[in-house]
């Protein structure tokens, strides 16, 4: 007789996923969805964005099925690639979003100063604040680790 999925562990579903059984990810994908999209919203807090890094998360793990060590829980491999995936998407968000500054100082009649000034007016990147939210979820997670 089969065990239920749902009973089984992490280890033991990318245990049966790794031997090419797909409902043991789709399982994996079930159990965790909910929390990683929470998760993802809070740092990237675009619709486009989460939905974007969620199913590249995925689609890691699905391609790396090989290189989990199951004697580590899932969760934090999981949680850490979503939150590296994260940050690569902040970081190119930033990179596209870059503006010269001459081009805002023109545009608003406004001296080079005044521009710099409201430029470093909040001193916290969104990737520093990516980081901050990382480190509390890593320490919650830690706090309620079995």
Not at 45 to 57: A, G, K, L, P
Not at 76 to 86: D, G, Q, R, V, Y
Request: glycine share 2%; charged share 30%.
């Amino acid at each position: 007789m089969k065990p239920v999925l749902d009973k089984l562990t992490d280890a033991e579903l990318l245990d049966r996923y790794a031997a090419g059984e797909e409902t043991a990810f789709r399982e994996i994908v079930n159990r965790y969805k909910n929390g990683l999209y929470m998760f993802l919203k809070q740092f990237l807090n675009r619709r486009d964005m989460v939905e974007d890094v969620f199913q590249e998360t995925f689609l890691q793990l699905f391609t790396s099925r090989d290189s989990f060590d199951a004697s580590r829980p899932l969760r934090p491999w999981l949680f850490t690639i979503a939150a590296n995936k994260a940050k690569d998407a902040l970081r190119k968000r930033q990179r596209t979003a870059a503006i010269p500054i001459g081009t805002i100082a023109e545009s608003q009649d406004l001296s080079f100063d005044d521009v710099l000034n409201t430029l470093t007016a909040d001193r916290t990147t969104p990737y520093e604040k990516l980081e901050k939210q990382q480190f509390e979820q890593n320490q919650y997670m830690f706090r309620t680790r079995k």
